[in-house]
């Protein structure tokens, strides 16, 4: 055993008469919000001629945050949490002065559309702090929690707004992570199919920080969408992928096609300064070089991205700081690598509710002693390998037809939010569809401009991204068999010769198999698998028949290919539903191997051992059970093979019913039950009120009778949601029976998901439901 050291001892913090381990809370003092390199810049850049709104720039920059959240309409509780923020639940803070501010009740941001964006005046640290907040507090993350509400600021909610997403598109999202924008776009991809269809597109959401990527996932689930893929690599080096030929059809004999975009999201990383009133931190941390340098890896996400959206495709490009250099200039800088190719897009006319200001075509570059560049060559050479030419602006002669004040910029004491930049590309239709345009360097680039008689900006040809590889080299690459590549390796290392030589035996036995059932593998999974690391493995190359996945998707009413129910190993215990578009994504050749962290959605669960012997016998819609995320899925099912909708006296009714003991009073739901005798089923839940109709997805199973398949968080939601639109609030009385109506609901459920936390007794309309 190694040398063991002594544990060091902590220090002893207490009052200087106290009682030896008493522990007293130190104030942190404020932190300051000044800093004399930040001031500067932005009034000599913005606000020149303009000292009231400069001085209205800064002070609201010193105030906290307002408290924003977004309603999700994928889980069908938007209608009734709109309802409770609008009733006396949430207005008991109504009147409250907290440090020196009144507070008022939740309002909706008016240029949000559908009233789902809401705000209240207070930041972050007041909401979690005060005694009369904390009711809505409580709401607030229970909601976050079951996946009907975002926390999100109200800036980080206009990118997604200008994407104009339809279900069949294939969206990319590049740098995802936290995943608030992605949730928008996955909204919006299922709200353009509509409540009785599935989208048929995908939106793929990659981060580089693993750990980012794993919180990702766990975001996008709560939404219950099939549609959502998490990747984690670096943006700049997304690979490039391969659509491959029809079966029996040479990869020479056709096209090439690439698995191209048409939405792309670039939310690049950032030095942040318009976050300032929720990340104060970042005063005293602000330089110029902070942004010169980081210029150079946001030009090559957008070039990237560039190189991966379809003709006619849009690409948002947005950033959290309000720099120039860090905006207009790699916009700029990508108009000019691509002529012909890109265009900005005139959006000043969407949103009119929405306050912004133009781009600039012209601005200043500083070193952190405040020196002016004015010029590349003014650069020292010891940056020059550290830094772009093109944070310079662009020469005048082309500045013009680059369009950059078609770029928005929202200042935050324009609606008392925090500072952001975005601005939409778009790629012109008449271009190939395959990315013919290579990342083009530096060196490139000035050739390009001595062309055309301007001024040269490249200083240095910057380093090739690797791995992002060339289409070109894709080509010549294509014509061999990935297997063929693989054989060889193998053959050149000898310690490694015994293992894959058997893994390929085995192959050739799986193939020989397959050859004697006729069955022919659409994925040829046994030739080239998925990443090991992370495999999704269809069901059908497992069972090498699709008769099975046919019958389990038309017992549900699922219209979907056989190839698109997936397991993550070879037991069959868990079953994920993804879309053709993810499907084309997984089958497509690439150089580099997909760094999947998650695909699709758990939609079903096997309710016992699998045995040697079951086989196919594993996929019995009787045998299965639905998971809670997918009951949205399910519910956009309108064939009655497994619907049974509920009023809310039935769904009440059940939540209180031990498990297989409810049976409905209507005789032909009874009968219907009956006639289905096992398996899942799934519905909604109606809420018909004067004011407002709710539909609430839910799914259940079949054990004797009629038991919920959904979590305790989420059916204990759904009965208070219920509760909270049809009682009357603030009454002692209906605390009281809110109170007991919660607990009789959280002992009665039947589930196999233990709460994560409980909530005391509130009034019943100000009770959060707690879940999912």
């Known amino acids: ?126 909401l979690k702090r005060h005694a009369a907040l904390k009711n809505f507090h409580q709401f607030l993350v229970s909601s976050t929690e079951r996946g009907a509400a975002v926390r999100q600021e109200a800036v980080s909610m206009v990118p997604p707004l200008f994407m104009h997403c339809e279900a069949h598109h ?31 597109g995908v939106v793929v959401a990659n981060d580089a920080n693993e750990r980012r990527a794993q919180t990702l996932q766990s975001v996008v689930k709560r939404l219950g969408s099939n549609c959502c893929v998490v990747i984690n690599h670096e943006a700049q080096s997304l690979p490039l992928f391969r659509i491959p030929p029809p079966p029996g059809v040479a990869r020479k004999d056709v096209p090439a096609e690439y698995y191209l975009f048409d939405r792309i999201l670039a939310d690049v990383p950032c030095t942040g300064d318009g976050t300032l009133r929720k990340s104060p931190d970042i005063w005293k941390k602000w330089r110029h070089s902070h942004a010169n340098s980081i210029h150079k890896v946001q030009l090559q996400i957008t070039l990237r991205a560039v190189e991966l959206l379809k003709p ?88 013009p037809s680059l369009h950059l004040e078609r770029c928005m910029r929202f200042f935050p004491h324009q609606q008392d939010t925090g500072g952001f930049f975005v601005c939409v590309l778009r790629k012109r239709d008449e271009v190939p569809a395959a990315p013919l345009h290579k990342y083009r360097s530096a060196v490139e680039a000035e050739v390009a401009y001595a062309e055309q008689g301007l001024a040269a900006f490249a200083l240095r040809k910057p380093p090739k991204v690797q791995p992002a590889e060339s289409p070109s080299s894709m080509e010549e690459a294509g014509d061999s068999d990935p297997s063929d590549s693989e054989e060889s390796s193998a053959a050149s290392t000898s310690s490694e010769s015994a293992t894959i030589s058997s893994a390929s035996h085995k192959g050739k036995e799986e193939a020989e198999d397959a050859a004697e059932s006729d069955f ?3 994925w040829n999974y046994h030739k ?49 539903l993804i879309t053709d578009q993810i499907r084309e994504l997984l089958h497509a050749d690439s150089k580099c191997s997909l760094k999947l962290i998650s695909c699709g959605l758990r939609t079903w669960s096997r309710q016992y051992k699998l045995e040697e012997t079951d086989g196919p016998v594993a996929l019995n819609p009787n045998s299965l059970r639905p998971y809670s995320e997918a009951a949205r899925l399910l519910a956009t099912i309108q064939l009655p093979n497994r619907r049974v909708d509920l009023t809310t006296e039935e769904f009440l009714a059940l939540v209180k019913s031990p498990v297989g003991a409810f049976h409905f009073t209507d005789p032909e739901k009874e009968n219907f039950i009956k006639n289905l005798g096992a398996g899942g089923v799934f519905g909604t839940v109606s809420i018909d009120r004067p004011d407002f109709n709710a539909r609430l997805p839910y799914v259940g199973v079949i054990q004797g009778g009629l038991s919920l398949s959904m979590t305790k968080l989420r059916s204990s939601a759904y009965a208070e949601l219920i509760r909270m639109t049809e009682k009357p609030v603030g009454t002692d009385a209906a605390a009281q029976e809110g109170s007991a109506s919660a607990a009789e609901t959280s002992s009665s459920t039947s589930s196999s998901a233990p709460p994560s936390s409980s909530t005391s007794a509130l009034p019943a309309a100000a009770v959060p439901p707690q879940g999912n």
């Open 1 to 126: 055993m190694g040398k063991k050291y002594p544990k060091k001892r902590r220090p002893n913090h207490r009052p200087q008469d106290g009682p030896p381990h008493s522990r007293v809370r130190v104030e942190r003092e404020p932190l300051p919000l000044e800093n004399e390199l930040f001031e500067a810049y932005y009034r000599e850049l913005f606000f020149a001629d303009k000292p009231e709104e400069y001085e209205a720039f800064l002070s609201t920059f010193r105030t906290p945050l307002p408290v924003t959240f977004r309603l999700t309409t994928t889980t069908g509780m938007h209608a009734a949490l709109q309802h409770a923020l609008r009733q006396e639940s949430v207005q008991v803070i109504e009147g409250e002065i907290i440090d020196d501010v009144e507070i008022r009740a939740p309002k909706t941001i008016a240029w949000y559309p559908g009233e789902l964006a809401w705000e209240l005046n207070v930041g972050k640290r007041t």
């Open 170 to 200: 294939r969206v990319l999202d590049m740098c995802a992570a936290p995943g608030s924008k992605t949730t928008q776009l996955l909204e919006e991809l299922m709200s353009k199919a509509g409540d009785s269809a599935l989208p048929t």
């Open 312 to 399: 006619g495709g849009r690409l948002v490009y947005s950033t959290c700081s309000l720099n120039p250099v860090e905006d207009e200039a790699v916009v700029a800088e990508v108009l000019r690598r691509f002529p012909g190719v890109m265009e900005l897009v005139d959006v000043s006319s969407e949103i009119p509710l929405l306050k912004r200001s133009p781009g600039i075509n012209t601005w200043p570059v500083y070193n952190d002693s405040r020196v002016q560049w004015m010029s590349p060559e003014d650069i020292p050479l010891s940056s020059r390998s550290k830094l772009e030419a093109s944070i310079f602006p662009p020469p005048p002669e082309i500045a």
């Open 520 to 522: 022919v593998d659409p």
């Open 528 to 576: 080239k698998r998925p990443n090991s690391e992370n495999p999704f493995i269809p069901v059908v190359s497992l069972l090498k028949e699709t008769a099975p996945v046919e019958a389990l998707l038309n017992d549900y009413g699922l219209e979907l290919n056989p190839g698109n129910v997936l397991v993550r190993s070879d037991r069959l215990k868990s079953f994920i």
